[in-house]
């Protein structure tokens, strides 16, 4: 199986702040990534795919980038409603598996 | 409105059985690819098994080949997960989600609020 390895897996940030998350795959996968955004209560939301397309009606601060092994989500200026967990995922293998997830928390 | 509802949850002893379904509406089900994702309580997501549109080609995480089959029926847009001998690590909440193509080989762009398993003797 592919692992995926999130890093951080909190962090506390301000609104308006920059914000990063990196997700490093065991092996190769091709951009075959993708990221989601869940609330408390609620079901994932597709962010990204494609490692760096994003989904119709996201946001532009939301933004991916990466090859082979690492890749990268970013908000350019954190907002209230993006306060929420962070999942990366690869579909690379025929067995899907998601990153261990980032919660990003009110600084 | 797409929509995927899903049913079929509920409290089980180990050992037992559940069939779970998942009903599409709102959009051309038998064009995707379907899979099951589980969330343990406080945990991450755990994709379970997935299938492609026209139910030939399927796939499951290692912690429930040969105890969970997943299967699907276009004429009645629905997705089902079939769980034998569960245990006790099974208990999550079970979403169901739909691929945006026809194999479940891309990101997940609609999902169901889920339903909920939980094994407890």
């Known amino acids: 199986d592919i692992q995926m390895t999130q890093s951080p897996s909190s962090l506390s940030a301000s609104v308006g702040d920059r914000v990063t998350i990196t997700c490093r795959a065991s092996?190769?996968?091709?951009?075959?990534l993708a990221w989601y955004q869940q609330k408390p209560g609620k079901a994932p939301k597709l962010l990204l795919y494609?490692?760096?397309r994003l989904e119709s009606g996201v946001p532009s601060r939301f933004s991916g980038s990466g090859s082979g092994t690492d890749y990268t989500l970013t908000i350019s200026s954190l907002q209230p409603e993006d306060f929420a967990t962070y999942y990366c995922?690869?579909?690379?293998?025929?067995?899907?598996?998601f990153g261990g997830g980032t919660k990003v928390e009110i600084k | 409105e797409v929509q995927l509802v899903e049913s079929g949850g509920g409290v089980v002893r180990p050992g037992g059985s559940l069939r779970l379904s998942c009903a599409a509406s709102?959009?051309?089900?038998?064009?995707?690819?379907m899979s099951w994702v589980r969330q343990a309580p406080g945990k991450g997501l755990e994709w379970v098994s997935g299938?492609?549109?026209?139910?030939?080609?399927?796939g499951y995480a290692d912690s429930v080949k040969g105890r969970f089959t997943i299967s699907r029926d276009n004429a009645k847009n629905s997705l089902y997960l079939q769980m034998n001998s569960l245990r006790a690590e099974d208990t999550a909440l079970y979403h169901c989600?739909?691929?945006?193509?026809?194999?479940?080989?891309?990101?997940?762009?609609?999902w169901g609020q889920g339903t909920t398993v939980t094994v407890s003797s």
């Open positions: 989600a739909s691929h945006s193509g026809s194999y479940y080989g891309y990101g997940m762009d609609v």
């Open positions: 709102g959009f051309t089900f038998d064009d995707y690819g």
């Open positions: 299938i492609n549109w026209n139910g030939g080609s399927t």
């Open positions: 092996q190769g996968i091709s951009n075959s």
């Open positions: 494609a490692a760096s």
């Open positions: 995922q690869q579909y690379y293998s025929t067995l899907l598996t």
